[in-house]
């Protein structure tokens, strides 16, 4: 039995939904020794997010972003919080409705996600 505990830095993105795990999982080479167990990733910026969307066709991350922005607008005029500019008080939102965390199954050194499945982060 193994425990791996890391603490990763991700390369700064632009704004919108942004694949991520092939980051992850060059940034953590023991998942190849796990025959069975869990990946549990926690996202520690109060204005990102975590999800498990499309990994094949970017469109789909490109909609996500569209509707959030449409869910979710800036500038709106009940909006205190807006100190690092429009998009401020938004992202907190986002990040709150999509969340910060994920637990993924591993078997045999691999993420075990559906054909279609990659793990995008919101920024």
Known sequence: MIWVRKSLSLKPRSRGFHLIDNEI???IPELSQCSVGLLHLFLQHTSASLT???NA??????D???HFNQFVPERQPYYRHDYEGDDDMPAHIKSSI???ALTIPVEA????????????IHA
Do not use: F, H, K, Y
């Open 52 to 54: 498990i969307n499309e």
């Open 25 to 27: 999982v060059n940034a």
């Open 64 to 66: 996500m972003e569209s």
């Open 98 to 100: 999509l969340g910060v």
């Open 57 to 62: 066709d970017p469109t789909v991350r490109m």
């Open 109 to 120: 050194g691999r993420l075990q996600m559906g054909t279609w499945q990659g793990i995008p």
